[in-house]
């Protein structure tokens, strides 16, 4: 988010233009919190985790009268163009306010669940798995010395994207996604298979969104049916903080750049995203029309290589 | 752990015994599985969390014909000294081997949870508070971003040390351990003050064994309580894998120095501990008749500091 | 490295193929030192740096009568495919042995310097710029306290690619790479320019291979024209260990399972590289004809976005 | 740092006190730059490297007339009382100011090199040794794969103390340090003896004030004696920055709290320091009349554990 907002501000103000900052999102753009930005207002902060603007999740906005403010409030400021960063509610808001007002808005997908359809990639997905998978390394250390089964919960409330790629990466025997059911006596089948072969403990990664409830409640389940003790780690919100990844800084002041540059030819209620490692123009319509199908191919990856 | 086993057996091998691991812990010792190890067996392992030798939570032990069979491999293998490395179980198992056998016994105090009677520190908890406190720097990274109260549980079944030197050293409001209960009352005027100041985020640490059982219940209690949003992040065996710290590492390693020395002046049924810098030997009964108190000093900077 | 070599084999044995690791490279090869591997034997290795198998510079491998013997070795233990893993020498070592061996040969792209021709990334990339990163937010933290000029020496003797990815990522003010000869006077007036912007310290990345020698000399000369101390950090191979990131986890896992796919569809002499996305078959021939080119799109953007 | 001056400021106030910040060291003072701070003023700094406040190696505060003005800044705000946080020079000024204002003054011992008499330990010494020591573990990765030799230079111009506990904690073969001269011959007889012994790699940890010159010198000199290449790391002001570590940050809290209660109760040019696990007061000029001594039972340890 800070290297997004680095990156807009910096190539902005290299292309002549006038930047300035909304405090708090769309929250701080209803009630006209703008500040102007230098280029030394955003050094030494690419290394930051959070977002030193703030952020919010606004009711208010999703309100005619709330997206009617925040119109007025660029107006006032005469602003020619908006770029927003954020996630699939982040986009919504974005098209919902073109509606309301005529300048240019560039949207740079942001979000940790990777689930916004359109791009690759989302800003801050590198740094989630990477957060998430040396939380899991750590488990792995001790798993060896005991026989015992790990369930590990991840952000995903309705995209298992991280979970399949943590699985991936960190070796676990299974995932639970919300776009693949998985029937739990499959699951012990699997589990007493890794068993005989004589492997001594397991890890499995649990979307948070899965169909069960989480990985405190699939423990319950799984419990009685194994001799090994179950033990649970409930991530939650360490995965949103930490200094981002180099491809989380890469990807935000690539696209940060690109926004601009879409800004200033004209282009509006787009998304600037990656496919294939090249940066695209995506209709805002398209990317909050539908959510990121989960990757099949990644599925069938993890069940003939798990451990 | 792996720190000590390498002092142990470089520094016995410098004084010109011979050394043996014991695999898996008391079961290995049950078993019989005695390796001989040389100095290079002991290389390139002082970096690694857990343990290469293994461990285990022998039941067997625990009864007199374990004991007994444990009595029988270490007259057999001819040893005439044992160094244990482990927590209030493994010393008890130590102590209560010491009817049955009359090699000279050390036991190396190594928990994560600082619980142990007669050292100011144990192996392996510098590690786990710096592991713990690693993920509550990234849950404060957005904490500020928006309003929420965060429970972060860390280990500590019947001790808070964790959980206090946590939330010391994390910037939390509040801790919640085994040996202070706290009224939810109490804590949620707490909560009040603090929003009232302007505090826009607060962490809480919850020791796993604190009395309202655990970061959910407690996040469920005080939730209809509280106007911002609760998140439950549950650390669990996070915190006992990772690279050891440098103190962790350096603890160990006097502490396998000094139990081999202790052993060749004819010490028996002693810990090694640390007590004000300095290394000193504790008779093992004294060093499991209780459990540590919890550090009534720490409590009180904590309400003082906190934020 | 690792990662790799548990996708072959996994994806191997799950392909009905009997599957070896050669113990130490080329070398190992020459020498006939081959082991037989289980799914068992390639678990809990992902997370690990380096590689358990070892690895070597074989001065042997690059004599005919080396590869005679490694040819030789292959066809004594009835061996149909190869993969191999690693940078240029790797590929072009490869390449020399399909000369006189005539069962498939596989290469998979794996360097820190990301040099080889025909693929976006190499494995082990995303993990060295990550690392360096990482050095270089430390660097960042301490440099807002005083004024300092601080120089960081990265990886890359032919190569500038990490030194342009992680001055971008790190909010360097310059990088200097062998591709880009810098005039010292252009980068004082740089420095000048920032400083009288206010500026009070600046990171500059500096590739081992860079003209002027590295960045002692590079320090040597600047020193007397700048009224700032200048302090120089030298990483070397702390950027070729360190658990590897979840991007290379993944692309190394993708690419062994590719690598054995292609093997069993008869391909030999090529390597599978990553392509928009995408895994490709790329001729061994052309990936080491040519060296990487920099790019051209990276040097601006570090130039307009810098600190 | 930013832990001291948030214990300082709190504690401070929870006695009842106005606290004032001073910005950019002796500097600030000398130009009386100081500001007021509230509790919150202070809140979310415990997790950050370097300091909030900055700091200065000031000159002109060595002389009479710079300390003249830093004490009318003190006499115009009405300042009762001082603290000041940081290494021998921090001390030495302290002292001297003592001569030129009456108010009380306390000195916390901060220096990375934990190089002041009187206290067994500084704020941030831990810090910078789990620093190192994770740059030696990234080295140790790739150590085993390749016959090398590591030298590896760490902070210490005079003082070998992060030398001796990094080689100590990194499985080092040796630390050349500034205050044991170690003979060229007799490191290439280790090197030779551990090469015997079957050891492939080998790191030797240099401090950068030794009396050959640095880890380059030393490579010059020891290469044309030894088969195997050797790599060098200078690790430079990596070790200044990045999160304080759990111990780091008590330390800096308890410190904080004990420097206010000492002013409170009237005592003035004295350094707070930890003796034994307990915060002692030692008098200024003792803790600035001679450098702390090397620990030679370090020395002998590192001798017999190596590796």
């Known amino acids: ?106 949207a740079i997908p942001a979000s940790i669940d990777n689930d916004i359809n359109g791009t690759d990639t989302t800003v801050g997905y590198d740094t989630a798995i990477n957060t998430a998978l040396e939380a899991i390394d750590r488990i792995r250390d001790t798993a ?72 405190f409640e699939v423990a319950r389940r799984l419990q009685p049916h194994v001799p090994t003790d179950i033990r649970v780690t409930v991530l939650g919100h360490i995965q949103r903080g930490g200094a981002p990844t180099a491809a989380s800084r890469i990807l935000a002041t690539r696209l940060g750049v690109a926004a601009v540059d879409a800004l200033l030819d004209g282009a509006t209620s787009v998304m600037v995203g990656l496919k294939g490692n090249q940066v695209t123009l995506v209709p805002l319509h398209e990317a909050v029309a539908a959510q990121r199908p989960a990757d099949a191919a990644m599925l069938q990856i993890i069940g003939g290589l798990a451990g």
């Not at 902060?45 to 660029?74: H, K, M, N, Y």
């Not at 995209?159 to 693949?180: H, K, M, Y």
């Open 1 to 106: 988010m800070n290297a997004c907002m680095r990156a807009v501000t910096r190539h902005g103000l290299h292309r002549g233009l006038q930047v300035f900052g909304v405090r708090e999102g769309y929250d701080g753009l209803i009630r006209g919190d703008l500040v102007r930005l230098s280029a030394r207002d955003v050094g030494n902060v690419i290394q930051r985790g959070g977002t030193v603007l703030g952020s919010s999740r606004s009711r208010e906005f999703r309100t005619p009268a709330g997206r009617e403010a925040a119109a007025r409030s660029l107006q006032d400021a005469a602003i020619d163009g908006l770029v927003v960063c954020g996630g699939n509610g982040t986009c919504a808001g974005a098209l919902a306010l073109a509606e309301q007002w005529s300048g240019g808005i560039i």
């Open 144 to 215: 060896e010395a005991q026989e015992r089964i790990f369930l590990v919960e991840v952000m995903g409330r309705g995209c298992g994207a991280i979970a399949l790629d943590v699985a991936l990466a960190g070796g676990a025997v299974a995932a639970l996604v919300p776009e693949a059911p998985v029937d739990l006596d499959a699951l012990l089948r699997l589990l007493t298979t890794w068993r005989d072969a004589g492997r001594r403990s397991m890890i499995i990664i649990v979307a948070e969104g899965e169909e069960h409830g989480g990985a």
